[in-house]
């Protein structure tokens, strides 16, 4: 069965491992067998997410043919704090509802 697997170590960086493997196999064997850890050490040490197809799945997971596992890297910045920073950066009369107002009319109409 054809297996590929996918990691991301930055923005905008793709690492890409197309992989033969036999019927049965897990996620860890796969992982094993495309020798990630020997390229990307850091993984070893952290707490990996992993998923097929983008879901979340385990390493005992045993894989399909044309399956895409996918190892997945922790965010650097809370989502909510990044937009919170945002929209301080834009100003209030620069986004959401109040985005369009009519000259004369009331703030957020």
């Known amino acids: 069965m054809k297996i590929s697997l996918v990691y991301s170590p930055a923005p905008r960086q793709v690492r890409e491992w197309a992989l033969e493997l036999a019927e049965g196999t897990t996620v860890a064997q796969a992982l ?11 993984l070893q040490a952290a707490r990996m997410a992993i998923g097929i197809w983008g879901r979340k799945t385990s390493l005992g997971h ?10 997945y890297r922790g965010l650097r910045v809370d989502p909510k704090v990044a937009r919170r920073e945002r929209f301080n950066g834009q100003g ?12 004369g009319a009331k703030a957020g109409y």
């Open 62 to 71: 045993r894989l399909h043919d044309r399956d895409r596992v996918e190892i």
């Open 32 to 42: 094993a067998v495309c020798r990630v850890f020997e390229a990307f050490p850091e």
């Open 92 to 103: 209030v009369k620069r986004a959401g509802l109040f985005a369009k107002t009519r000259a």
